[in-house]
Structure formats: structure tokens, C-alpha cells
């Protein structure tokens, strides 16, 4: 009964009239617009305001002249569009003005579907692009579709996009006999400009027409070229314009019902908290955010996992605050390989699961710790200088007898990044700070503080189609002698390896580490494109307190060579080849591994997708270093695998993703399988959904189990695990308007481990495999049957712009006590099914408004 009352209400909501434009200095309204170009054009002041109507009919977009020259930039680079399109800008004190007609002689097959607000669906699209600061680096990209569905991203990085940021910003569209239209209103206080007293925007407009996946732009983006925001055009005359000091403050008040145990029963819990989200203007292009009590229950849950590996699970975020504007904080510690895993400031450490949860367990502990509060400033210098800056505080939580299982602990992230030559090349600084108060409690366990400190460059060069990067980054860290030495024993750096040079010193009170990168690459032009790199992370280095690190004490290489044909054929729309190659080594010189691959992938003139590859592992004598936990360095065996999918055309109302891999069986005997197939369904304009499953099976012979120490000295010890798991994957989403939608996410997961042949290492670095091990005798081991559910439903309702309403059911359901190490698919999800469920219901309601 709640969407039917809804939508009720949502239809009362009536647009209003059209706010009267400020007045601006008598000199800008006599002005003459000079007629646009391939790249240039003028806005137009608004003596009137249009109303916001999708209708061109105002003196507004009489007056504004029309830019015309648009080309399509997809399938064909610089190809004559299919349809014209047309576009004006104008202008008041307040508002930036830009009405777009895209001509379509059949508006009839114009494409559109309702949606929340940021998805993408197939629809026809306008997307208007702003870059204020004209740095050639920053944008904000404002996307409608036919239907008034709005889409919005923060561009950074020249191109790189950041969907977290929701605008408030209005947009009207209509249909009608000659084609679709989309009449933009965005606040100038929702751009970042310099005090000046013209500007010039950079500015592009695209249109998409989906029934035949062709792009159209201006000014024209060249694909075969380096970046995007440096592709912009220039639109200038504005003139006596000011950014207001921004205020915008954004309360919120949340009821959750949950279960909550209750010595060996559950009863059900009622609780009510309050905050808010402040934004601030404190100049003209930086801004300060900030947020009290923060709430994230409408947040989709993260996917379920079985983490075996030596290795953290690394998690995307998914929490507002701290996804706008993230990409301000990044810094190039990867060195260019595409390990983004490698995170100098990994915001999911704010807030993080209590360290402490499973030492002082108790059946009420949170899951994680709360944020009292947390600011971030960010923005851009009239200089060049991108500021960035993010301080977090979380409390203290207690678990069994009030011991703290969490302590009360602070997060300072700095970045600063300052361009040159428009751009093209840049220096920067990040600065990593966590504080810990520490008591009797924690003390010996966690680090009480962690610093790490860096610096990156890059330069393009030779037309913009080369780049060079590099980066350097020095930690360190301190508390007690025992939380040290937890943290040289620990994954990331195993100092006790027995056959290791490095030493463990149980009475060290701090560790420091440094890591350095290199990369050389070729971006654009032509069809071919590369990348090669170095990287050296020293024994010491850790960041895992702000940021996350897999391991330490490593020394890399790579290289990459791509072929990208982007003029379509009659054999494809686009294609590419793609070979890398790898090396690695622990800082003492120990060989870990080398590696290649070949790929392909492209677009066919259907519009299918398809991609394959075959991958080569253990190239020459490679040793595994992290495989027994801290014991001697494992041989590794070579592994040969290969991977494959397919699309459909997902204009259809029925398309189908497949792909899978295979991982041929290797000198021990191990292997591995997987399939991913999913299915999308399209019920007229309102209804998506997605179904997909995850089946695979592994076979490994050579799985660490466990660490044994007796009179005899250390075992280490390994089995042969035969795995199978399955996870279904569904998402629903239901839009009733543009601004009220239902959306579903669910997922059971299965996985179900048999473990036999106990064995423990012996010549570990024996060229026979059988050689490496021998017989194990001690505890036996214990198979595992591990279920979980995880579903988040959610009713989203933006009553007036920036002002939403949530209605949240999450339901959580877990089982690992049954069936160990048999997998059996249809009795496995039956029994989780049948498993007690964490039923948690939220009403989370937010109003915004600007000062």
C-alpha cells in the first residue's frame, strides 16, 4: 500500500514558476553574441527568465544564436551525425540556461525508460558537461533522458568520473513532432568559479540516439586522443557573475527497527537518531563539507565472501559522504599496473568493523564503529592548486564487560595538487594521519599512530599522447612493543620467515617503510597505445591504518602493448588487442613470478560484445612467499587459464551476459572453473530487473590450512580442498516518476570445502612437487558449509530537489553449522532459507535547503 500512497503524493508535487533573474550590469544586456563555432561560442544574457518547460519558445533561446556543428564522435570519429542537433546557452545572475533539440524524424522510436536517479538505462540521452574552474581537468557532467530521468557525475582527472555527487539542479524535457528537448536551470552555486569579472566555461555538449548506439558531440571528441576535459570547447561571455557563498544544510532524522540478542533469544529493538550534512561555501571554489552522525542504512550490503588467501578483502565504498569527491584523493601509488587495491587512503578504514570484535566477543558487538562526525574542504586554486582535506573522529565501542573493542580514533587525510602548463603536467603531496586513544584494553594490540607521506608527478608530452608519472611515499608507524611485532608477523609482512634475511625485533616501538613507482606510457594517437613501469615497496612500508596494502617487500615490472581499431568494419565497431607481460620480486631478490597475456575484445556490428584472453603464470623458477604464513618461500607450479564472455544487444528488452573461466589443471593436479550468467529483462519504460548466478569449482592441492607449533619445532601445514560455490545475484528496479522508484538487491551464497591429504611442508623449494611435502599426522581437519544471505530493499522518493525520503528492509540470514564440506545446490539453499532471519527496518528522511 506504501507505493500506491506515494506516488499519490508524489503527483501533487507542482513545479513551480520560473525565479526572476537578478539584475547584472546594464553593459552585458546590450552586448551582440557572436555566432558559435566548431569550438567557441557566447552565452546570452536572460533579460527574462524562461520558463522551465522543455519548450523553446522564450525570448531567451529567440535571441541565443544556435550551435550547430556537431559530430559524431561514435562509431565514427569525425563521421557526419545521423540526426542535426542544436544547443543554446544563455545566462542570469543566478542560473546557468542551456536548451538542447535533438531533431528525430520518428520521435515515435526515440528511446527512453524510467529509472532512479543515476542509473543508466538504453535510453536517448543529453549529456551537458561544465568545466568553471577551465582548468581543463575538472567538470561537472549533467545528464537527462527523454523521460527527465537525471543523471549527474564530478569529473576529474580529465575524465575520470565520481557518480557519488548529486547536484541540485532542474531539468525539463518534452517530445514532440520534432524530436526530444531538454531545457537545463543549474545554480551558479552549484559550480566552482574564480571571483572575476568575465569567465569562460569550458563547455561540451553529447547527445546519444540508443536504437543505433551512435554518439554525437561538440565540440567533436577525438577517442583516439588523450583525456576529456582538455577536449572541451569554450563558451564565454559571462559576464558580472558571482558564485554565492553556499550554504546548503541538509538535516535528517532515521528510525531503525532491528533485532538485537538477548541472552539466547532476539527481541526487537527500537532506535531514532538525528544528524546532518552541511555544505559550505567558503570561497568562490572551495567548499567545506561536513557531516555529524552520519547514517548509512540505505547503502547497499557488500557482496558475500570466503576470503582463504593470506590477504585482506578489499571492499569498494559505497557511503555517500565519503564517495563525492573521492577522486580528489587518490594519489598514484600503483604505479600505473591497474592495482587500485593499493590505496594511500582507503576510506573504508573510518568506520571500520572493530579490530578488537573477536578478542572481547560478545553477541551485541557492533558491526562497525560510529563516526561522530567528519569534514572534508575541497576545491581549486585561481593557481591551479587542487585542494583536498578530510578529518574523521569515530567513538569508542565496547564489547564483553565494556572492553573496547574499537578505541575512540582520528583520520587526517591531506591532498594537494598543483597544475602547469594547462594541465598537461602536475605535482602534488598526500599526507595520511590516524590517531588512536589508546587504553589497557587496546594498547597491546593496535597501533597507536600512522603516518604516510607522498609525493607524485606527471607530464604529457609530444601532442599530449605521452605520459610519465612517478611517486614516492614514506610511512611509519608506532604503539607497543607487542602491537609491532604483531605487525611484522602479520600478512602484509611476514618477518619471520625462516629463509628470509629479515629479522623480527620484539622490542621495536616503530616501523618505517617507503614505496616508489615509475611508468611511461603512450595514451592517444594512433592505434597503438602502451604502458611499461617499475615499482620497489620496502619491507616496512604500511598504510593500512588510512589506507590499504596487500603486502610489502616487493619489486615489480610490467608492461602493456594495445592495438585499438576504432574505425568500425564490416568485421566490428570497435576492437583491441591487448598483451602485457610481468615480473616480480621480493626486495632480497627472490624471484615470485613472471607472467603474459593475450586478450581481445570489441564490438560487433550487431552490437554484441565479446572478449576472450589466455594467461600465463610462473614463467621460469618462481617461489610463493606469503603461501605458508610467515614459513619458507613454496615453489610455485606454472598455471595456464583462459577467459571468455559475451553481451547481447542490451537495447532489446531481453539481453543475456555470459562469461566464465577455465584454469588448466597444473603439475599438482589443481584446477578451477567458473560461469557468470545473468540475464536482463525490460517490462516496458518502468521495470528493470537483472538475475545472474556464479557457479564455479576448485580443486587445489597445495591450500595452506594451518600454522602448528609443537616440541618438534613449526609445521607447516597444507590439504587438498576440493570447493564448489553458487551465488544468485538479483536487482529489481521499479520507477513509478523520475523522483520515486523501489529498488531490490538480493543475493544467497553458497561454499562448501572438503579437505583431505594432511600434509606439511618439507623441501619446500624442490623441483619435484611431490618432493615439496610430506605426511601430516596432527589435528583433523575440519571441511566447511558456509551459507549466507544478504537483501536490501529500498523506496526512494525525492519529494523537492536534494530532499529524499527512504523506506529501508534489509534482511540478513547466515548458517555454517551443517553439511561441512558436502555441497549439494538445491538442499544448501533450501536450508539457508530455512535459517533464522535478521529482519532491520529504516525510515530515513532528509530536507535540504540553501542559505
Same mark, same amino acid.
Given at each position: 500500500?506504501?507505493?500506491?500512497?506515494?506516488?499519490?503524493?508524489?503527483?501533487?508535487?507542482?513545479?513551480?514558476?520560473?525565479?526572476?533573474?537578478?539584475?547584472?550590469?546594464?553593459?552585458?544586456?546590450?552586448?551582440?553574441?557572436?555566432?558559435?563555432?566548431?569550438?567557441?561560442?557566447?552565452?546570452?544574457?536572460? %533579460?527574462?527568465?524562461?520558463?522551465?518547460?522543455?519548450?523553446?519558445?522564450?525570448?531567451?533561446?529567440?535571441?541565443?544564436?544556435?550551435?550547430?556543428?556537431?559530430?559524431?564522435?561514435?562509431?565514427?570519429?569525425?563521421?557526419?551525425?545521423?540526426?542535426?542537433?542544436?544547443?543554446?546557452?544563455?545566462?542570469?545572475?543566478?542560473?546557468?540556461?542551456?536548451?538542447?533539440?535533438?531533431?528525430?524524424?520518428?520521435?515515435?522510436?526515440?528511446?527512453?525508460?524510467?529509472?532512479?536517479?543515476?542509473?543508466?538505462?538504453?535510453?536517448? !540521452?543529453?549529456?551537458?558537461?561544465?568545466?568553471?574552474?577551465?582548468?581543463?581537468?575538472?567538470?561537472?557532467?549533467?545528464?537527462?533522458?527523454?523521460?527527465?530521468?537525471?543523471?549527474?557525475?564530478?569529473?576529474?582527472?580529465?575524465?575520470?568520473?565520481?557518480?557519488?555527487?548529486?547536484?541540485?539542479?532542474?531539468?525539463?524535457?518534452?517530445?514532440?513532432?520534432?524530436?526530444?528537448?531538454?531545457?537545463?536551470?543549474?545554480?551558479? *552555486?552549484?559550480?566552482?568559479?574564480?571571483?572575476?569579472?568575465?569567465?569562460?566555461?569550458?563547455?561540451?555538449?553529447?547527445?546519444?540516439?540508443?536504437?543505433?548506439?551512435?554518439?554525437?558531440?561538440?565540440?567533436?571528441?577525438?577517442?583516439?586522443?588523450?583525456?576529456?576535459?582538455?577536449?572541451?570547447?569554450?563558451?564565454?561571455?559571462?559576464?558580472?557573475?558571482?558564485?554565492?557563498?553556499?550554504?546548503?544544510?541538509?538535516?535528517?532524522?532515521?528510525?531503525?527497527?532491528?533485532?538485537?540478542?538477548?541472552?539466547?533469544?532476539?527481541?526487537?529493538?527500537?532506535?531514532?537518531?538525528? *544528524?546532518?550534512?552541511?555544505?559550505?561555501? &567558503?570561497?568562490?571554489?572551495?567548499?567545506?563539507?561536513?557531516?555529524?552522525?552520519?547514517?548509512?542504512?540505505?547503502?547497499?550490503?557488500?557482496?558475500?565472501?570466503?576470503?582463504?588467501?593470506?590477504?585482506?578483502?578489499?571492499?569498494?565504498?559505497?557511503?555517500?559522504?565519503?564517495?563525492?569527491?573521492?577522486?580528489?584523493?587518490?594519489?598514484?601509488?600503483?604505479?600505473?599496473? *591497474?592495482?587500485?587495491?593499493?590505496?594511500?587512503?582507503?576510506?573504508?578504514?573510518?568506520?571500520?568493523?572493530?579490530?578488537?570484535?573477536?578478542?572481547?566477543?560478545?553477541?551485541?558487538?557492533?558491526?562497525?564503529?560510529?563516526?561522530?562526525?567528519?569534514?572534508?574542504?575541497?576545491?581549486?586554486?585561481?593557481?591551479?592548486?587542487?585542494?583536498?582535506?578530510?578529518?574523521?573522529?569515530?567513538?569508542?565501542?565496547?564489547?564483553?564487560?565494556?572492553?573496547?573493542?574499537?578505541?575512540?580514533?582520528?583520520?587526517?587525510?591531506?591532498?594537494?595538487?598543483?597544475?602547469?602548463?594547462?594541465?598537461?603536467?602536475?605535482?602534488?603531496?598526500?599526507?595520511?594521519?590516524?590517531?588512536?586513544?589508546?587504553?589497557?584494553?587496546?594498547?597491546?594490540?593496535?597501533?597507536?599512530?600512522? !603516518?604516510?607521506?607522498?609525493?607524485?608527478?606527471?607530464?604529457?608530452?609530444?601532442?599530449?599522447? !605521452?605520459?610519465?608519472?612517478?611517486?614516492?611515499?614514506?610511512?611509519?608507524?608506532?604503539?607497543?612493543?607487542?602491537?609491532?611485532?604483531?605487525?611484522?608477523?602479520?600478512?602484509?609482512?611476514?618477518?619471520?620467515?625462516?629463509?628470509?634475511?629479515?629479522?623480527?625485533?620484539?622490542?621495536?616501538?616503530?616501523?618505517?617503510?617507503?614505496?616508489?613507482?615509475?611508468?611511461?606510457?603512450?595514451?592517444?594517437?594512433?592505434?597503438?597505445?602502451?604502458?611499461?613501469?617499475?615499482?620497489?615497496?620496502?619491507?616496512?612500508?604500511?598504510?593500512?591504518?588510512?589506507?590499504?596494502?596487500?603486502?610489502?617487500?616487493?619489486?615489480?615490472?610490467?608492461?602493456?602493448?594495445?592495438?585499438?581499431?576504432?574505425?568500425?568494419?564490416?568485421?566490428?565497431?570497435?576492437?583491441?588487442?591487448?598483451?602485457?607481460?610481468?615480473?616480480?620480486?621480493?626486495?632480497?631478490? &627472490?624471484?615470485?613470478?613472471?607472467?603474459?597475456?593475450?586478450?581481445?575484445?570489441?564490438?560487433?556490428?550487431?552490437?554484441?560484445?565479446?572478449?576472450?584472453?589466455?594467461?600465463?603464470?610462473?614463467?621460469?623458477?618462481?617461489?610463493?612467499?606469503?603461501?605458508?604464513?610467515?614459513?619458507?618461500?613454496?615453489?610455485?607450479?606454472?598455471?595456464?587459464?583462459?577467459?571468455? @564472455?559475451?553481451?547481447?544487444?542490451?537495447?532489446?528488452?531481453?539481453?543475456? %551476459?555470459?562469461?566464465?573461466?577455465?584454469?588448466?589443471?597444473?603439475?599438482?593436479?589443481?584446477?578451477?572453473?567458473?560461469?557468470?550468467?545473468?540475464?536482463?529483462?525490460?517490462?516496458?519504460?518502468?521495470?528493470?530487473?537483472?538475475?545472474?548466478?556464479?557457479?564455479?569449482?576448485?580443486?587445489?592441492?597445495?591450500?595452506?590450512?594451518?600454522?602448528?607449533?609443537?616440541?618438534?619445532?613449526?609445521?607447516?601445514?597444507?590439504?587438498?580442498?576440493?570447493?564448489?560455490?553458487?551465488?544468485?545475484?538479483?536487482?529489481?528496479?521499479?520507477?513509478?516518476?523520475?523522483?520515486?522508484?523501489?529498488?531490490?538487491?538480493?543475493?544467497?551464497?553458497?561454499?562448501?570445502?572438503?579437505?583431505?591429504?594432511?600434509?606439511?611442508?618439507?623441501?619446500?623449494?624442490?623441483?619435484?612437487?611431490?618432493?615439496?611435502?610430506?605426511?601430516?599426522?596432527?589435528?583433523?581437519?575440519?571441511?566447511?558449509?558456509?551459507?549466507?544471505?544478504?537483501?536490501?530493499?529500498?523506496?526512494?522518493?525525492?519529494?523537492?530537489?536534494?530532499?529524499?525520503?527512504?523506506?529501508?528492509?534489509?534482511?540478513?540470514? @547466515?548458517?555454517?553449522?551443517?553439511?561441512?564440506?558436502?555441497?549439494?545446490?538445491?538442499?544448501?539453499?533450501?536450508?539457508?532459507?530455512?535459517?533464522?532471519?535478521?529482519?532491520?527496518?529504516?525510515?530515513? @528522511?532528509?530536507?535540504?535547503?540553501?542559505?
Amino acid at each position: 500500500m506504501l507505493l500506491p500512497f506515494l506516488f499519490a503524493l508524489q503527483a501533487t508535487v507542482a513545479r513551480g514558476p520560473a525565479p526572476p533573474p537578478d539584475a547584472l550590469p546594464s553593459a552585458s544586456a546590450s552586448r551582440s553574441v557572436p555566432a558559435p563555432t566548431a569550438n567557441s561560442a557566447t552565452a546570452a544574457l536572460a %533579460t527574462t527568465a524562461p520558463v522551465l518547460d522543455g519548450k523553446d519558445d522564450d525570448a531567451l533561446w529567440r535571441d541565443a544564436p544556435a550551435i550547430t556543428q556537431f559530430r559524431q564522435h561514435d562509431p565514427v570519429e569525425d563521421g557526419d551525425p545521423r540526426y542535426r542537433t542544436e544547443a543554446r546557452v544563455g545566462y542570469d545572475a543566478r542560473y546557468l540556461y542551456v536548451f538542447v533539440r535533438a531533431f528525430d524524424p520518428a520521435p515515435d522510436s526515440v528511446m527512453a525508460f524510467l529509472s532512479r536517479r543515476d542509473a543508466r538505462t538504453q535510453s536517448d !540521452y543529453i549529456h551537458l558537461m561544465v568545466d568553471a574552474y577551465h582548468d581543463r581537468r575538472t567538470a561537472f557532467r549533467f545528464s537527462v533522458n527523454p523521460l527527465g530521468v537525471k543523471r549527474d557525475f564530478y569529473l576529474s582527472g580529465d575524465g575520470d568520473e565520481d557518480a557519488s555527487w548529486d547536484g541540485v539542479w532542474e531539468v525539463a524535457t518534452a517530445v514532440d513532432s520534432l524530436g526530444w528537448t531538454a531545457e537545463y536551470r543549474i545554480p551558479f *552555486g552549484q559550480l566552482r568559479f574564480p571571483e572575476a569579472p568575465s569567465h569562460t566555461f569550458g563547455f561540451a555538449i553529447w547527445r546519444e540516439i540508443a536504437r543505433y548506439n551512435e554518439r554525437i558531440s561538440w565540440p567533436l571528441y577525438r577517442r583516439s586522443r588523450t583525456g576529456l576535459v582538455s577536449q572541451f570547447g569554450d563558451v564565454s561571455g559571462f559576464d558580472g557573475i558571482t558564485a554565492p557563498r553556499r550554504l546548503e544544510v541538509l538535516p535528517y532524522s532515521v528510525a531503525t527497527n532491528a533485532p538485537r540478542p538477548v541472552g539466547n533469544a532476539f527481541e526487537r529493538q527500537q532506535d531514532f537518531a538525528f *544528524g546532518a550534512d552541511v555544505k559550505y561555501g &567558503l570561497t568562490s571554489n572551495l567548499t567545506l563539507d561536513g557531516t555529524v552522525n552520519p547514517d548509512f542504512g540505505q547503502v547497499e550490503a557488500d557482496p558475500a565472501v570466503l576470503n582463504l588467501t593470506a590477504f585482506e578483502q578489499f571492499f569498494q565504498e559505497r557511503r555517500p559522504f565519503f564517495l563525492e569527491g573521492a577522486g580528489i584523493f587518490s594519489f598514484d601509488a600503483q604505479g600505473g599496473d *591497474g592495482d587500485v587495491s593499493n590505496a594511500l587512503f582507503y576510506s573504508r578504514r573510518v568506520g571500520r568493523g572493530p579490530q578488537l570484535s573477536g578478542r572481547y566477543y560478545d553477541q551485541d558487538n557492533p558491526s562497525n564503529s560510529t563516526i561522530l562526525g567528519a569534514a572534508k574542504l575541497t576545491g581549486r586554486t585561481a593557481g591551479g592548486l587542487n585542494v583536498g582535506f578530510l578529518d574523521a573522529v569515530t567513538q569508542r565501542e565496547q564489547g564483553a564487560l565494556g572492553r573496547t573493542i574499537e578505541p575512540q580514533s582520528n583520520y587526517l587525510v591531506t591532498r594537494l595538487q598543483q597544475d602547469f602548463k594547462g594541465g598537461n603536467s602536475g605535482v602534488g603531496m598526500m599526507l595520511t594521519a590516524t590517531n588512536r586513544s589508546l587504553d589497557d584494553d587496546s594498547r597491546a594490540y593496535l597501533r597507536e599512530s600512522a !603516518y604516510a607521506f607522498g609525493i607524485d608527478a606527471r607530464h604529457r608530452f609530444r601532442g599530449n599522447n !605521452y605520459e610519465v608519472r612517478g611517486s614516492a611515499v614514506a610511512s611509519r608507524v608506532a604503539g607497543s612493543a607487542s602491537s609491532i611485532l604483531a605487525t611484522q608477523r602479520s600478512a602484509v609482512h611476514f618477518y619471520q620467515r625462516p629463509d628470509s634475511r629479515l629479522t623480527v625485533d620484539s622490542n621495536a616501538t616503530s616501523l618505517d617503510g617507503s614505496r616508489v613507482n615509475l611508468s611511461l606510457g603512450k595514451t592517444g594517437g594512433g592505434v597503438v597505445r602502451f604502458q611499461t613501469g617499475v615499482s620497489e615497496t620496502s619491507a616496512g612500508y604500511e598504510i593500512n591504518d588510512a589506507g590499504f596494502l596487500p603486502r610489502a617487500d616487493e619489486r615489480s615490472q610490467y608492461t602493456w602493448v594495445g592495438l585499438q581499431f576504432q574505425k568500425p568494419t564490416k568485421y566490428y565497431r570497435r576492437a583491441n588487442i591487448n598483451i602485457n607481460q610481468w615480473n616480480g620480486w621480493n626486495t632480497e631478490g &627472490l624471484h615470485l613470478n613472471s607472467g603474459g597475456n593475450i586478450n581481445i575484445n570489441g564490438e560487433l556490428p550487431n552490437q554484441w560484445f565479446v572478449y576472450t584472453g589466455f594467461n600465463l603464470n610462473g614463467i621460469g623458477t618462481g617461489f610463493d612467499d606469503r603461501a605458508s604464513r610467515g614459513g619458507p618461500a613454496l615453489r610455485r607450479n606454472q598455471r595456464r587459464n583462459t577467459w571468455f @564472455g559475451v553481451q547481447s544487444d542490451r537495447r532489446k528488452p531481453t539481453s543475456f %551476459t555470459m562469461q566464465g573461466f577455465v584454469v588448466f589443471k597444473d603439475v599438482s593436479g589443481s584446477k578451477e572453473w567458473g560461469i557468470d550468467p545473468s540475464v536482463n529483462f525490460r517490462v516496458a519504460s518502468r521495470v528493470q530487473a537483472e538475475v545472474g548466478m556464479h557457479l564455479s569449482a576448485e580443486t587445489n592441492d597445495a591450500q595452506w590450512y594451518d600454522n602448528v607449533t609443537d616440541g618438534s619445532g613449526t609445521h607447516y601445514t597444507f590439504a587438498h580442498l576440493d570447493q564448489r560455490t553458487s551465488a544468485i545475484t538479483t536487482r529489481l528496479d521499479f520507477t513509478l516518476t523520475p523522483t520515486l522508484s523501489f529498488q531490490l538487491y538480493a543475493q544467497p551464497f553458497i561454499t562448501a570445502g572438503d579437505y583431505s591429504d594432511h600434509r606439511e611442508l618439507a623441501d619446500p623449494r624442490a623441483a619435484r612437487y611431490a618432493d615439496r611435502f610430506r605426511p601430516y599426522t596432527g589435528a583433523p581437519l575440519e571441511d566447511f558449509n558456509f551459507k549466507q544471505f544478504r537483501s536490501n530493499s529500498v523506496v526512494r522518493w525525492e519529494y523537492r530537489p536534494g530532499s529524499v525520503l527512504f523506506f529501508v528492509w534489509q534482511q540478513g540470514r @547466515g548458517q555454517g553449522d551443517r553439511n561441512a564440506g558436502d555441497f549439494n545446490l538445491g538442499r544448501d539453499y533450501g536450508d539457508l532459507f530455512k535459517s533464522r532471519s535478521d529482519n532491520t527496518f529504516l525510515i530515513k @528522511g532528509s530536507y535540504w535547503f540553501s542559505l
